[in-house]
């Protein structure tokens, strides 16, 4: 029986990969995203039973719609994957209450929005699994990240609380914890309406280019086999795990020693500009 699977996010970067990867193995798959056009193309190239949806997992209402949809036409739903999200770091003392809010809206409620959408229909089906994107920023405290790191510790630590609970009901839940991945997120310093941190001027892809960029679609397949093996982690790729093994030793003085090389990194950035 194929899957029925939902994508936040699916639009772009690590969706639209898992979108692509879930669909070339038989799943059918809502490719949501807030950017309509975006998840009309991918479903459009997907082809076959994927279909598109435009949300904003900021309106739990959207949210709840999108999943209450995909049940009424295919009576089920296997997979929810909360991957929506956005950057927004740089030094805190440029950040404005609305650059937090909006990372606490996107990042971690749209995941909130989906599990509470998602998960009674699951409870009841006695089958299915959610999985919310998180990221290595999720398990280190990288300096000039403070905002994403916040919400990436509440998604991984979310997505541990609720797996425990949802084996009473048979659901599996999955935090997905990559490393520097090649998506569009390398290239932005930010929302475009709020005001952007000189201090993350350009984005960072240059600075992920020195630790290794990993491919969405390889990715992907790391989700697949994580969801079929029904892990609760996902962390890839490898030099991502051996990062997350050391900083496992010391926490603190894994953030110092990194904290050390974010400063130099920002040094020469502000001497560049």
Known sequence: ??????????????????????????????????????????????????????????DAAGVQAL???????????????????????????????????RIIDINLRGVVHGIQAAYPVMARQRSGHIVNTA??????????????????????????????????????????????????????????????PKSLEGGVRETAKKMGIYSPDALAQDIIRGIDR??????APRRGRMIWRMARVSPAGFSTAMGAVARREMRKRQAAA
């Open 67 to 101: 999943v209450d949809d995909a049940v009424d036409q295919h009576g089920r739903l296997d997979i929810m994957a909360n991957n929506a999200g956005i950057a927004v770091g740089g030094d805190v003392l440029e950040l404005t209450l609305a650059h937090w809010d």
């Open 1 to 58: 029986m194929a899957r029925v699977a939902i994508v936040t996010g699916g639009g772009s970067g690590i969706g639209a990969a898992l979108s692509r990867a879930l669909a070339a193995r038989g799943d059918t798959v809502v490719v949501a995203d807030i950017d309509g056009a975006a998840a009309e193309k991918v479903a459009g190239e997907i082809g076959g039973t994927a279909v598109a949806a435009k949300v904003d997992v900021r």
């Open 230 to 235: 029904k892990k609760a982690m996902v962390v």
């Open 135 to 196: 990221s290595m920023a999720g398990l280190t405290a990288p300096a000039y990240l403070a905002p994403y790191v916040a919400v990436k510790h509440a998604v991984v630590g979310l997505s541990l609380s609720l797996r425990e609970e949802a084996k009473a009901h048979n659901v599996n839940v999955t935090a997905v914890c990559p490393f520097w991945i090649d998506t569009p997120i390398l290239d932005t310093s930010g929302p475009d309406d709020l005001p952007k």
